[in-house]
């Protein structure tokens, strides 16, 4: 492969890199397999995403992670219902290590209880293949954060075998992803059916029923239940409809659980003590976004710098640095994205993405790349002379995971390098 077309790869995949961020955030923190699970959605928070393949976008509204580039001041990014009663909860012995102001307000919780919790919590199966991670802190090491419980299994209802995951985790109160319990932009990520809501406690739940592949490439479904308390309790849920998350047969045409299922088990009360052993979190560096463009003032300007006749809608208005709309001209839609950023500092990295640009005669530096595909997708990386870089990208299709719906995209290259390469776009101070 030549250098240009790995850089070519490279920032395409860079592009279509989640900045979740969320989130994102976060550590994987679930047994076995579960616990590989791949960042799903830019927001994913740090008590773990429960796998699956993560959403595209160029930033998705968090820290930016483009080629060459490190994020810059980033957050540390069924038959019956379930039944509502508590299951028993043994306590773990308390680690000596930790401190009283570290320490949780309750007894660490063993593993295997928090495995016992999620099995009362089923409806009637079978269950194999259990595992369970408490909140007692690893051998040796005080209580600090970060800490988890999770348990997995395979369930069996009699209607074929369903991978399972479950995790329990805090946020602090300065921690971003509290806010960040929405649906995924389907523009990015398709799925069948997403809901979202507000409890009336005051939690935030989503409810999502996708796919454990955005691209479908495979047929196993992906259902996940998200709770965000107004404690900070992050209780996540997974299943699938096979008996691991990927690279397993399906075993049956949906997973187990129907939605209403999913919220039963992680509203449910019997968590409340597992929530009240995990330890507080450390305090979440937040971004400052003071000198950031968010995704309406970048909406505000492409709109101003698109050819007559176009508009832009079904956009994504949230967020930082990052922003996506459609374009439609009548002869099919075109989702395009926008990043930018302050490169000003980034002197090594200049030198490896714009190496051998195109230079204005402002100064400017500019790369234009093609990139095959169904969708296909136009690219066109620009480096102001006061350090802000915009990156430029649209598709043949109205979606990153729908097939091409035209020819090219709606907007040309010299059209994209207009938007780009605007001087609308200035280092804000």
């Not at 790995?6 to 076995?32: I, N, P, Y």
Request: net charge neutral.
């Amino acid at each position: 492969m030549s250098e240009n077309e790995k850089f070519e790869d490279d920032l395409l995949v860079a592009m279509t890199r989640t900045g979740e961020g969320f989130r994102t955030e976060q550590g994987e923190l679930v047994a076995g397999g579960y616990q590989r699970g791949r960042r799903r959605w830019r927001r994913r928070s740090t008590a773990a995403v429960v796998g699956g393949a993560a959403a595209l976008a160029l930033v998705g509204g968090g820290a930016v992670y483009l080629t060459g580039s490190p994020a810059k001041d980033a957050a540390p990014v069924a038959a019956a219902a379930a039944p509502s009663g508590s299951a028993g909860l043994t306590p773990a012995a308390s680690p000596s290590a930790a401190s009283a102001s570290e320490a949780p307000a309750a007894p660490p919780v063993s593993g295997d209880d928090v495995v016992a919790a999620f099995k009362a919590l089923l409806p009637a199966g079978q269950t194999f293949d259990a595992k369970g991670t408490g909140t007692e802190p690893p051998a040796g090491k005080p209580y600090g954060g970060g800490i988890s419980a999770t348990a997995s299994l395979v369930f069996d209802d009699g209607h074929g075998k369903a991978a399972m995951g479950i995790s329990l985790g805090r946020l602090g109160d300065n921690d971003p992803n509290r806010s960040q319990n929405t649906c995924p932009d389907k523009k990015l990520v398709p799925y069948d059916a997403c809901t979202a809501t507000t409890l009336p406690d005051g939690s935030t739940l989503t409810v999502f029923q996708g796919y454990e592949y955005p691209d479908k490439h495979v047929s196993t479904k992906w259902w996940n239940a998200k709770l965000i308390g107004k404690d900070g309790r992050q209780i996540e849920l997974s299943e699938w409809n096979s008996a691991a998350e990927k690279d397993a047969a399906d075993s049956r045409t949906a997973p187990p659980l129907s939605p209403e299922q999913l919220k039963a088990i992680v509203t449910d009360k019997s968590w409340d003590k597992v929530v009240a052993s995990i330890p507080e979190p450390k305090p979440v560096r937040t971004r400052d976004t003071g000198k950031e463009y968010s995704a309406q003032e970048i909406l505000q300007i492409t709109a101003k710098l698109l050819p007559s006749g176009l508009r832009e809608t079904e956009v994504n208005d949230k967020g930082y640095g990052y922003a996506n709309f459609v374009l439609d001209d009548g002869k099919g839609k075109s989702l395009v994205e926008v990043n930018v950023q302050d490169w000003g500092h980034n002197e090594v990295t200049k030198e490896q993405v714009f190496g051998n640009a195109e230079t204005k005669p402002d100064g400017s530096k500019v790369v234009v790349r093609k990139q095959p595909g169904n969708p296909a997708g136009w690219i066109v990386d620009a480096l102001h002379p006061d350090g802000t870089r915009v990156v430029v990208a649209a598709y043949n299709s109205g979606s990153q995971r729908t097939p091409a719906t035209r020819t090219t995209p709606v907007l040309t290259d010299e059209q994209l390098q207009t938007i780009a390469l605007s001087p609308e776009w200035k280092l804000k101070k």
